[in-house]
C-alpha cells in the first residue's frame, strides 16, 4: 500500500507538471489582449509596453514558465546584488525588500532624479535618505553609441534655437571624448563633472514640470472630448486596413461619432447628420465609407474648433512649432472669425484647456481664462489681445523645454538596481531623456523622464509555493485561491454531506425494490433533477424561495466574512448543488445495486438460506457500492471548480467563478494556480476512492 501511495503521488506531480505546460499553451494561444483586458481598451502602445514590461509579459513564453515554476528571486538577487526577502506585515500584506550588507531591509523609489532608500525599522517604521551615490554610469560603449545617434538628433531638431544647439553640442563632443577614455568609475564620474554641469544650467525644471501639465491636458481632453476625438478615429481611419482593426476598436469609434454628432445637432445638424451616419458605416463595417465621411467632415469641424483641436493634439505630440501656430491662429481674425458658431464650440473648449491647466502653468491659463471671459461678454478684440499673451508665453515655455529636454538628453545615463514598494525588482535610468509610463495607483498612468526602464516580478515560484501575483487583481494569487478554495470546500462539503449519504441510501432502496412504485419514483424523481440545467434549478429555488417566500436571501454577500458567518446564505445555493447531484448518485448508485441483487453469488447466498438482511448487508452493499464510490469521488473535483454556473447565479465567490474571471482576463498566473489546485484534489480523491476500495472488498490489493 505505501509503495502504491507512493505511485500516486508522483503521478500526481507528473500530472500536475503536464497540465501546469499545456494550460500555460492554452493561455498562451488564446485570442485577446491581456493589458487591454486589464486596463481597457483606450490604453496608448507606449502604456500597454510599459504593463507588459512590470508584469514580465514580455519575456518569451518558456522563460515566463520558467519563472513562474521556479521563482525570480535568485535573478533579482544577481542583478542587485544583495539577497532579496519576502515578509508578512502586521496587515497580512506580503512585501520584498532587499537585505543590506548589515542585515537591514531596504528598497528605493525614484523621486524626480533623486534615489530615495526606505530602511525598514526594527520599530516597523521606515526612514527615508536620498542615495545618489548608488548611480552608475552606464556602459560607456553604449553610451558612445547612443549619444552619438543622440547628436545628430540634437543637430536636427528645428525646434532648437541656434545658440543653444551650438552650447549643447559643444559639451556633448566634450562627453563623448571623455567616455571614450576607458577611464575608471570614479575618474569617469570626475571628469563628466564639469560638461554635464554645464548642461544642467541650460535646464529650466520649472518649464519641464509645466512640459509635463501641458501633456496631461492634450492627452485629457483628447480622450475625452467628443469632437477632439472624432479627429482622433480620422488618424486612425485614413488608409487603416480592416484586418488591424478590433471589432472593439470599431466600435469605440462608432461610439465617439455618435457622442460627437449628439454635442453638434443644436449647432451645425449638416455636420452632425454626416458623423452619425458615418458611425452608422462603422456598425455595419464600412470603413471607407465612413473615412470618406469623416473626411469630408474634418474641416468643418476644425472650423468650428478654431483649430483647438488640431492645437492639443499637436502638443500632445510635443510637435510645439505647430501647436504654437495653430494657437497663433486664434488671433487672426482672417482665420478664426469668431462668429457665433465658432463661439458656441471654441469658448467651452478653451476653458477646458484653461482649467485643466490651472496652477501649473498659469503664464498660459490666466490669459486663456481672460480670453474666455470676453469671448462670453462679446469683447472678441480684447479676447484676441489676452490670446495674443498667451501665444507668447507659449512660445517662451515650449522654447525652454525644447531647450531643457535637449540638454537633459545629452547627459550620461546612470542606472541601478534594486526593489521597489511594488514588489519589483527594477532598473531605473536617468539622463537619457527617455519618456517611461508608470501606472500610479490614484493617479493613473504618468510619464516621466528617466526612471524604471526593465522589471522583474518577484515571487518564489510554485515549487516554492508562490504561484505570482494575479494580473486582474494584483493580489498575490495564493492567497486569492486559498480564500476561494475555502469557500468552495465549505459550499462543497455541506452539499456532499447532506447529498452522499441521501442519494446512496434512496440509490440502494431503489435497487432493492427494482421495478416496484418506490423504484418507479425515486428513478423519474432523480432523472428529473439530474437533467434540469444548474441555472434553471437556481433560479427557480430564487423565484420560490428569495423573491416569493423570502424566507431566505436570493445572492450571497459575504464581503471579508468567512461563508459560515452568514449561513442563511449558503440554504440556496447547498440545496441546488444537492437537487443537482441527488439525482445522478441516486440513479448510479440504484443501477449498481440492481446489478449486484442479479449476481451469482447472491443467488446462491439466497440457496443457502441466508437471510435476506444479511445477504443485502453482508454481501451485496459492498459490492453495490463501489460504482458510486467511484462517481462520488470524481464529483469532489467537480464540486469545487464545476460548479461556476451555480457561483455565479447566486454571487458565490468560489473557486469556480474566480477560475471564470481569470480566464476571461486571460490573468495566467490565476489559471495556473487553480488548475493545480484542481488536479491535485482529482488525483487526491482518486487515491482515497482506491483505500475505500480495499475496505469495501478485501480481494483488492495494492502492490
Avoid: C
Avoid at 532624479?113 to 551615490?133: H, M, S
Avoid at 551650438?166 to 575618474?187: H, V, W
Avoid at 508562490?466 to 452539499?495: K, Q
Avoid at 443485502?616 to 470524481?634: G, Q
Wanted: aromatic residues 8%.
Amino acid at each position: 500500500m505505501a509503495k502504491f501511495i507512493i505511485r500516486r503521488l508522483l503521478l500526481m506531480l507528473l500530472t500536475m507538471f503536464v497540465v501546469s505546460i499545456a494550460v500555460f499553451l492554452i493561455t498562451e494561444a488564446a485570442p485577446g489582449n491581456v493589458a487591454r483586458n486589464v486596463l481597457g481598451i483606450h490604453i496608448t502602445p507606449e502604456q500597454e509596453e510599459s504593463f507588459l514590461n512590470q508584469q514580465g509579459l514580455d519575456e518569451p513564453f518558456y522563460i515566463r514558465y520558467v519563472n513562474w515554476l521556479i521563482g525570480t528571486d535568485w535573478q533579482a538577487s544577481r542583478k542587485i546584488g544583495l539577497p532579496v526577502k519576502k515578509i508578512r506585515t502586521e496587515d497580512g500584506f506580503n512585501e520584498w525588500w532587499a537585505v543590506a550588507e548589515d542585515g537591514t531591509l531596504i528598497r528605493w523609489e525614484m523621486e524626480g532624479e533623486d534615489l530615495v532608500a526606505e530602511y525598514l525599522l526594527e520599530d516597523g517604521t521606515i526612514q527615508e535618505k536620498v542615495e545618489n551615490f548608488r548611480w552608475e554610469v552606464k556602459s560607456p560603449s553604449e553610451e558612445v553609441e547612443r549619444l552619438t545617434e543622440y547628436r545628430q538628433t540634437v543637430a536636427d531638431n528645428d525646434q532648437l534655437d541656434e545658440d543653444n544647439r551650438q552650447l549643447i553640442l559643444e559639451q556633448l563632443d566634450q562627453i563623448l571624448e571623455i567616455l571614450r577614455g576607458n577611464q575608471p568609475q570614479d575618474e569617469l564620474l570626475a571628469a563628466l563633472e564639469g560638461p554635464e554641469s554645464r548642461l544642467e544650467s541650460l535646464i529650466d525644471q520649472e518649464a519641464l514640470r509645466a512640459k509635463g501639465s501641458l501633456t496631461s491636458t492634450a492627452d485629457e481632453i483628447t480622450r475625452k472630448n467628443n469632437l477632439v476625438r472624432v479627429l482622433s478615429v480620422h488618424e486612425r481611419l485614413d488608409g487603416a486596413n480592416p484586418e488591424e482593426l478590433e471589432p472593439s476598436d470599431i466600435q469605440a469609434m462608432a461610439r465617439v461619432l455618435k457622442n460627437a454628432a449628439d454635442d453638434l445637432r443644436d449647432v451645425n445638424p449638416g455636420l452632425a447628420d454626416s458623423l452619425e451616419a458615418a458611425g452608422e458605416d462603422l456598425g455595419e463595417e464600412d470603413l471607407a465609407s465612413a473615412e470618406s465621411r469623416v473626411a469630408d467632415a474634418v474641416p468643418t469641424l476644425n472650423y468650428l474648433m478654431g483649430s483647438t483641436g488640431q492645437f492639443l493634439l499637436t502638443m500632445k505630440d510635443d510637435d510645439y512649432r505647430t501647436s504654437l501656430q495653430h494657437l497663433a491662429d486664434l488671433t487672426d481674425p482672417a482665420l478664426v472669425p469668431l462668429d457665433n458658431t465658432q463661439l458656441s464650440v471654441l469658448t467651452p473648449m478653451l476653458d477646458e484647456i484653461a482649467d485643466a491647466l490651472g496652477e501649473d502653468v498659469p503664464g498660459l491659463s490666466g490669459p486663456l481664462l481672460l480670453a474666455v471671459e470676453d469671448l462670453q461678454a462679446g469683447n472678441t478684440g480684447t479676447a484676441r489681445e489676452h490670446l495674443q499673451t498667451a501665444v507668447d508665453h507659449y512660445r517662451d515655455l515650449t522654447s525652454a523645454i525644447v531647450r531643457s529636454e535637449s540638454a537633459r538628453g545629452a547627459r550620461v545615463a546612470r542606472t541601478f538596481w534594486g526593489v521597489n514598494s511594488q514588489n519589483l525588482a527594477v532598473q531605473w535610468e536617468k539622463g537619457t531623456g527617455k519618456i517611461v509610463w508608470r501606472l500610479v495607483m490614484g493617479s493613473g498612468w504618468l510619464a516621466t523622464s528617466g526612471g524604471p526602464v526593465e522589471y522583474i516580478p518577484l515571487q518564489k515560484g510554485l515549487l516554492r509555493g508562490d504561484p505570482g501575483l494575479s494580473l486582474r487583481t494584483g493580489r498575490p494569487v495564493a492567497d486569492l485561491l486559498f480564500t476561494r478554495l475555502r469557500n468552495s470546500l465549505v459550499l462543497a462539503g455541506i452539499a456532499f454531506a447532506i447529498v452522499m449519504p441521501i442519494a446512496l441510501v434512496l440509490g440502494l432502496i431503489a435497487g432493492l425494490n427494482e421495478g416496484k412504485t418506490i423504484d418507479r419514483v425515486l428513478s423519474i424523481g432523480g432523472m428529473m433533477f439530474s437533467v434540469t440545467p444548474e441555472f434553471a434549478t437556481g433560479i427557480f429555488l430564487i423565484l420560490i424561495f428569495a423573491f416569493w417566500l423570502e424566507w431566505v436571501p436570493g445572492a450571497t454577500v459575504f464581503g471579508e466574512q468567512a461563508p459560515w458567518e452568514r449561513p442563511e446564505m449558503l440554504i440556496l445555493p447547498v440545496l441546488t448543488l444537492t437537487l443537482i447531484e441527488l439525482g445522478y448518485v441516486l440513479r448510479i448508485t440504484r443501477a449498481s445495486m440492481s446489478d449486484v441483487m442479479k449476481a451469482p453469488y447472491i443467488r446462491t447466498a439466497y440457496l443457502k438460506g441466508l437471510p435476506r438482511r444479511r445477504v443485502v448487508f453482508k454481501h451485496a452493499i459492498r459490492n453495490a457500492l463501489m460504482s458510486p464510490i467511484t462517481v462520488i469521488m470524481l464529483h469532489v473535483n467537480w464540486l469545487l471548480g464545476g460548479i461556476v454556473v451555480v457561483e455565479v447565479i447566486f454571487g458565490y465567490p468560489g473557486l469556480g467563478s474566480y477560475l471564470l474571471d481569470s480566464a476571461l482576463f486571460k490573468d495566467f498566473n490565476a489559471i495556473e494556480g487553480g488548475a493545480m489546485i484542481l488536479v491535485a484534489v482529482a488525483v487526491g480523491t482518486q487515491l482515497i476512492a482506491d483505500i475505500i476500495y480495499t475496505f469495501l472488498n478485501p480481494r483488492i490489493r495494492y502492490d
